[in-house]
């Protein structure tokens, strides 16, 4: 069993930059993928991006290539997402996920444990 803690997030004006961290108990086996999704008010859940535990295949949505980078300390079992030039559409409640064996993994129903979600607000 796998239980994910968030933190971070908040607010920040456009072009800032903010961290968020999620921390697994439980253990993350090499064929884990972990990953990101964000959910703005009316919208569905969405893809932000992902990583293999083994730190291999780090995949992003074209929305935030290049402004986001997702990485991992498996010392501290702790995935982190990295948000630089952040922009108002960035604005969502976002969430951390794992999953073993996820073949894509752009796919929410893939991933079988969640965080319980941070909000990021991006605005001047």
């Known amino acids: 069993q796998v239980q994910l803690e968030q933190s971070g997030g908040g607010s920040v004006q456009p072009g800032g930059s903010l961290r968020l961290s999620c921390k697994a108990s439980?253990?993350?086996?090499?064929?884990?993928?972990t990953g990101w999704f964000r959910q703005a008010p009316g919208k569905e859940r969405e893809f932000v991006a992902a990583?293999?535990?083994?730190?291999?295949?780090?995949r992003y949505d074209d929305s935030v290539k290049g402004r986001f980078s997702v990485s991992r300390d498996v010392d501290k079992n702790t995935l982190y997402l990295q948000m630089d030039i952040l922009q108002p559409e960035d604005t969502a409640l976002y969430y951390c996920?794992?999953?073993?064996?996820?073949?894509?993994?752009?796919?929410?129903?893939?991933?079988?444990?969640w965080g319980q979600g941070t909000q990021v607000t991006v605005s001047s």
């Open positions: 996920a794992a999953g073993a064996y996820v073949g894509d993994f752009t796919r929410s129903n893939q991933y079988a444990y």
């Open positions: 439980g253990l993350l086996f090499s064929y884990y993928v």
């Open positions: 990583i293999r535990w083994t730190g291999a295949g780090a």
